[in-house]
């Protein structure tokens, strides 16, 4: 007897994260979390989020917002994403969730806000706008993921704490009212832990810090050579079989991302035997990722300039998320006895 569930009779499992919208997408983006996101389409239920009420906390200023928005729209479908397979949604065309958001604000102490690290971080960058938003930031990307009802969180380990809190809310929501949440954790596939260095070797790439040194899914081929090209080299090795100083550990790095594995192995053994040739690795490495990122760039350009396609790809998505919130939300309003 054959006593094995068919495929079809197990439900996927939830999946939520935000994106949000400050700044162009840089290659870190694409290989930390882009890259996770078209994997999980494929296999599990989706809802991806642009975060724009989230930026509103420290970006009181929205005239940028609306392009913003569109950018990171078009450069996520421009990487791959597909919203046919994953709901991907603004924020704030899910009214439900800051109604969640109001009564998860009643389970959430000021005392443990007030510990979030990325609070008290914003909070010492603007003295001058520590708002109760910004406060309670935690809260909102809790309703975020707790909306859908979300098992799945892909996110780096900076959201961690945020996590955490979104499981600690859970948990006083399903005590005192019954159980409508699962606990959300972090997701990652095992070799999503690549490494994505910035070209002058002072730590990761980044969305507004040393751009020079951080390649953009936006740069166009001559930048991308230019900033291959002005990346810290030496003479070689003199011994053979050297150990790798980091700036050159960090060339390798990109090159595993987009090069050819025989190509890297090419350069690994010329580094093996001290006989590289920077120059020549550099040349090698900035044409393959012009062959990387120039498809994304002009797919993105195009969405981006056919505003109809966005906001149909927004409205589709916004359709998905509100059906799965109101669904969250009649169990949230019937636990909570507001159901008259
Ligand atoms: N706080 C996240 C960040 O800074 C963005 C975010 C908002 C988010 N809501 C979310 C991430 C819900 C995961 C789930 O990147």
């Known amino acids: 007897m054959n006593n094995t569930i068919p495929a079809t009779a197990i439900t996927k499992k939830i999946v ?112 001058d706008n520590i708002n109760a938003g910004l406060l309670t930031y935690p809260v909102l990307q809790a309703a975020d993921i707790l909306i859908h009802r979300a098992s799945y969180v892909p996110v780096g380990k900076d959201q961690e704490q945020h996590l955490e809190m979104a499981r600690t809310f859970a948990n006083r929501f399903n005590h005192r009212y019954g159980n409508v949440f699962p606990e959300p954790h972090a997701f990652n596939y095992n070799d999503d832990l690549v490494k994505v260095p910035s070209l002058d070797n002072t730590g990761k790439m980044s969305k507004s810090e040393n751009q020079a040194a951080t390649l953009y899914l936006a740069d166009d081929d001559v930048t991308i050579r230019k900033k291959i090209m002005k990346a810290i080299t030496d003479n070689g090795p003199v011994e053979k079989n050297s150990t790798k100083p980091d700036y050159i550990d960090n060339i390798f790095s990109l090159m595993k991302l987009v090069s050819t594995k025989e190509k890297t192995d090419k350069y690994e053994s010329d580094f093996n035997n001290a006989s590289i040739r920077y120059g020549d690795m550099k040349k090698d490495l900035a044409e393959d990722m012009v062959n990387f990122i120039t498809p994304i760039r002009e797919k993105a350009f195009a969405i981006i300039n056919n505003e109809e396609e966005i906001k149909k790809i927004m409205k589709r998505g916004a359709e998905k998320a509100n059906e799965s919130a109101l669904t969250t939300m009649k169990m949230v309003r019937e636990g909570m006895g507001l159901n008259y």
């Open 16 to 127: 939520m994260s935000g994106i949000r919208p400050t700044g162009f997408l840089h290659l870190g983006n694409y290989f930390g979390a882009i890259r996770n996101y078209i994997k999980m389409q494929e296999e599990f239920e989706c809802y991806f989020m642009v975060a724009d009420l989230h930026s509103l906390t420290t970006h009181p200023d929205t005239k940028q917002l609306k392009q913003n928005v569109y950018r990171v729209i078009a450069e996520n479908i421009a990487c791959g994403l597909d919203s046919d397979k994953a709901a991907f949604y603004c924020q704030s065309h899910v009214r439900e969730t800051s109604e969640l958001y109001l009564y998860l604000n009643m389970l959430a102490y000021k005392g443990e806000l007030e510990k979030t690290v990325t609070f008290k971080d914003k909070a010492r960058q603007n003295p």
